[in-house]
């Protein structure tokens, strides 16, 4: 199902993608008391959950993150605060080597890392056995969550999802990031991500890093860095084979769970080459094109210090639809 929105409709004052995506960061809210767990993984690694009221009822609200993101990430600050309103369970999953604690492997993470959700919805399924899941993917998390329930069908163990501004051509997204003002995000991004390499690189596993400290300084494109470091890393044999296998494009015609995919058309991390075409979705995926909203922004409107936001009611209530 596709459709071209005409709900999102914001104010003149917030149709600049950039102010879209940049001001929700400046009016971030308050962090919630969360509760930590180091969730042990098959290989000897770990990563970590951050879980809001675990001791309530009724579904449990899954929140993936974006590149480099985690529980402080103003979207998921924020969404936290909604679902703190109604009482609800939340639970945040960080990717290997986020939510300010590294990993022990010399891998990371990437954009098509469902193995370790699998492993991490089997468990919460077992702890949780009549409790339905309900997703939302930010970003990177966003690819995630449509490649996992486009390669599990109906076997999925997420009962709905919400995938928000996800880069579902990576190497669209990767191109696009080299051009104009988007050389910002790609120099900040950059900047942790090669921080991380060089912890790692300070580290015991320094000898299975693909990269020096030397040429790891000089990896300055998304493109450079998942072609010496993230491939290598992950079992692909350089970006472009990376690209092309985790694209989460491909995985939407397999997916049989409700989904939302919620995009703007102006995303300056993104070209019009991630919006997949009518056939390339399945029955069960609604594409909401918004002509504005920027990468994750979706301010509708309000001053400038209180803005209103679109996103987290959206999705809430596309998760709620079935309860």
Known sequence: ??????????????????LQTIWPLMVKPAALPLLRETFSLSDGDHLQLDWLNPEGDGPLYLLLHGLEGGSD????????????QQGATAVVMHQRSCGGE????????????TADLGQMLTQLTQRFPDRPILAIGYSLGGNVLCKYLGEQGDNSLIHRGVAVSPPLDLFACARRMEQGFSRVYQRHLLT???????????????????????????????YQF???????LHGFDGADDYYRRASGKQFLKGVRRPLLVLHAADDPFMTQAVIPAPHELAHSVTLELCPYGGHVGFISGGPLWRP??????????????SL
């Open 1 to 18: 199902m596709t459709r071209m929105t005409t709900r999102f409709a914001p104010s003149r004052w917030w149709r600049n993608p950039h």
């Open 73 to 84: 990430s103003h979207y998921v600050r924020r969404m936290l605060h909604r679902l703190n």
């Open 102 to 113: 590294m990993n022990a492997l010399p891998r990371t993470y990437h954009s098509g890392e």
């Open 192 to 222: 942790r991500l090669r921080d991380k390499i060089h912890q790692k690189l300070a580290g015991p596993h320094a000898g299975a890093m693909p990269v020096g400290p030397g040429e790891c300084k000089k990896l300055n494109t998304f």
């Open 226 to 232: 998942d072609h010496r470091v993230t491939a290598p």
């Open 308 to 321: 209103a936001f679109y996103l987290e009611p959206r999705a809430i209530n596309f998760l709620n639809e």
